[in-house]
Nanobody
């Protein structure tokens, strides 16, 4: 599986960005997909996840009500709409595809070890 993340950039606080994660080489539609991020000097942290069908989504408390995850299985793509961005959202954002087909379990979807494939990351920088 290859994942291509895109859509990052530099934005002012309060602005918006939409990240995309396009997958190839696997039955994408059978797996949970998540976004994680890693800020400077920080560990990688969970941001959001979406189940294989898109019927279930989860968010970190820090982004809840500001970020929205969605997917288009026909396009093998997952999106992360980020609104009301804050300087603390500055990080490299990574998308990842789960290890287990047709599985979406709490709290496992927020754990790095539950994901088998990772994209290269896209930089998001929010200026104050």
């Amino acid at each position: 599986v290859q994942l291509q993340a895109s859509g990052g950039g530099l934005v002012q606080a309060g602005g918006s960005l939409r990240l995309s994660c396009e997958a190839s080489g696997r039955t994408f539609s059978s797996y949970t997909v998540a976004w994680f991020r890693q800020g400077p000097g920080k560990e990688r942290e969970f941001v959001s996840a979406i189940s294989w069908s898109g019927s279930s989504t989860s968010y970190a408390d820090s982004v809840k009500s500001r970020f929205t995850i969605s997917r288009d299985n026909a396009k093998n793509t997952v999106y992360l709409q980020m609104n009301s961005l804050k300087p603390e959202d500055t990080a490299v954002y990574y998308c990842a595809v789960g290890r287990r087909a047709y599985y979406y379990g709490h709290p496992y979807y927020s754990e790095v070890g539950e994901y088998a494939y990772w994209g290269q990351g896209t930089q998001v920088t929010v200026s104050s």
